[in-house]
């Protein structure tokens, strides 16, 4: 199983719509969750954080966090074009034994508005 | 303004030639890490450092080395024992390992192409 796992893509949404994406975990310790959004070429750009269960929202974008069934959602409201990126998952994943973790990404989903 | 440098944007390398990566940040976070990323994956960890002058393998260190003799600075070397270097490569650094709030902050990357 791997660390982190995102929904398959890539996801087609027109515009005005929601954009849904999915990311599941295997370290059922993991305190902190991220989303990043990648545009081709550029490197990760933070969009989200969440800690604690339940929805955290910021502008467009609701990040939902399931600590019981090791899931993190992220939804994209009234989505633009200019959303069209690679959305990346991230965990702090716990080394073993010990307390500290390295952030570990998911595969990350292309998500495509179109007009 | 505060941020991570990587240099160069682009990078070529020959069969059986080493080549090293910059990355210098100004944001005095204690930890530094390098990644890679392949067409259409998320990214792996090559390698990290929590202090000066100490640094631990990732998940996919073969081939690569790496120094931290300066707090703001980690540049990575892709040495001729790893085969398929052709990636980009994102250096990252956070507050200290473990401790993250805002996620990492990652530089531009730098792409490199073996010819």
């Known amino acids: 199983q791997k660390e982190v796992e995102q929904n398959s893509g890539p996801l087609s949404v027109p515009e005005g719509a929601i954009a849904s994406l999915n990311c599941t975990y295997s370290?059922?310790?993991?305190?902190?969750f991220f989303w990043y959004r990648q545009y081709s070429g550029k490197s990760p750009e933070l969009i989200m954080s969440?800690?604690?269960?339940g929805d955290k929202e910021d502008g467009r974008f609701t990040a939902q966090l399931n600590k019981a069934s090791q899931y993190v959602s992220l939804l994209i409201r009234d989505s633009q074009p200019s959303d069209s990126a690679t959305y990346l998952c991230?965990?702090?994943?716990?080394?073993?034994?010990?307390?500290?973790?390295?952030?570990?990404f998911g595969q990350g989903t292309i998500l495509t508005v179109h007009p | 303004d505060g941020g991570i440098t990587q240099s160069p944007k682009y990078l070529f390398r020959k069969e059986g030639q080493n080549v090293t990566l910059s990355c210098e940040q100004n944001l005095n976070h204690d930890a530094m890490y390098w990644y890679r990323q392949d067409p259409g994956q998320g990214l792996r960890l090559i390698y990290y450092?929590?202090?000066?002058?100490?640094?631990q393998k990732g998940d996919i260190a073969e081939g690569y080395s790496v120094s931290r003799e300066k707090k703001e600075s980690f540049p990575l070397t892709v040495t001729s024992a790893q085969k398929n270097p052709t990636a980009f490569y994102l250096c990252?650094?956070?507050?200290?390992?473990?401790?993250?709030?805002?996620?990492?902050?990652f530089g531009s990357g730098t792409r490199l192409t073996v010819v």
């Open positions: 969440i800690y604690s269960n």
């Open positions: 370290d059922r310790g993991s305190q902190s």
């Open positions: 450092s929590q202090i000066v002058n100490d640094f």
């Open positions: 991230a965990v702090i994943i716990r080394a073993g034994g010990t307390s500290y973790g390295k952030l570990t």
């Open positions: 990252a650094s956070s507050i200290r390992e473990g401790f993250v709030i805002d996620g990492y902050t």
